[in-house]
DNA sequence: GTGTGTGAAGTGGTTCACAGCG
DNA sequence: CGCTGTGAACCACTTCACACAC
């Protein structure tokens, strides 16, 4: 089944939404609703949730337990993916204590940095060994994803040494840079600069 | 001028990549060759750069100093913004040390927190006050814009916060969940897990 | 009556294709 | 001849509007 990026976005989102509900004890669901707390139209709340046939029942709603697990289904891996993070700079570090990373779908196995006080110690109990050794460890570990939080200089270099190990399918990308990669591999960006200046240029359109 | 919002993103990165290339010395650049580095096609690279009027010549490309500083004109604030940032956990110390806040026209003026051991220091030399504070510290250093580094739970609360000072402009969200605000206040935001959710799922369907 | 499911219409953004200038 | 500038065609996503199930 063929899902459109924007609607992927929006399913996590109502994943998320639907957990808190369960969670305290609401059993039904509107369009309306959810659309209120995520800001979604709810015409856009029904569409999406229409691609995977009558869910909702009419004059009523969703059932929210039902739903979650139905959205879980549909996002959840078909085995744990393993990960390495790449840069142990502060962003690397704040993303290793970062809440999403417990999920155990996402699984960190290996840190690799340059920075030779790093390297050989375990940081979230996490191995840290030499950018250099990336593909060898890649290999044995089994890893398929990399965060990549490097400096801009640094990220295309990084992003070469571990595409030689042959079994990266997917990269999300701090680096404030667009990155070249082989078109096996998959790349997502979120660029942090980027976004800070498009809401100072619309703030700056505002106050015109 | 009414620019849409991917056009801006656009802009963000052709004008770092133009700062680079000029550092390396290129003169004249093409819609072709910006296209291949920043992963567009070239008729979009024209069409974005078309919209401020004649700026490149036929048969040869872009200057690449005077494209700069024309878009660099674009982008640039009337002055700069003051800032304070919420939430001073992983993320939030992180972002204190990344890079882009380092440009003269992102000012951090104030930091927030409700944990006391952290309220009356400073960190990066910025002064760290208790959440309570914050409308009163706003509307005291004329802050307008928020960085939002605080846990789920505690969004939309922060967010309720600051916005009583009734200075705050925009608001770029770290945290994983949406936010309601005034229709005064414009948010961008920075979803984490849900990019992280959305390599995952493309990659599970590339897999099978 | 209430809220879903959905074709159809609308909107916004991208890509094409080529005329035209250097 | 090369590369820009741009209307027109295209495509993708969103919103509307209403029939229909509960």
Known sequence: MKIAEPTVARLVQYHRLLERLYNEGQKVVSSQEMGELLNFKASQVRKDLSYFGEIGKRGVGYHVERLFKHIDEILSPPRQWKMALVGLGH????LLGYGAFKNTKFGIQALFDNDQAKVGKAYAG???HHIKEAPSVIRDKGIEVIILTVPAEAAQNCIDIVSQSG???GVL????VSIVVPDTIRVYSVDISVELEKLLFYLKQNSK
Chains 1, 2 share one sequence.
């Open 167 to 169: 079994r990266i399918k």
């Open 173 to 176: 990308n701090f680096s404030p």
């Open 91 to 94: 962003l690397g570090t704040a």
């Open 126 to 128: 996490i191995p840290c």
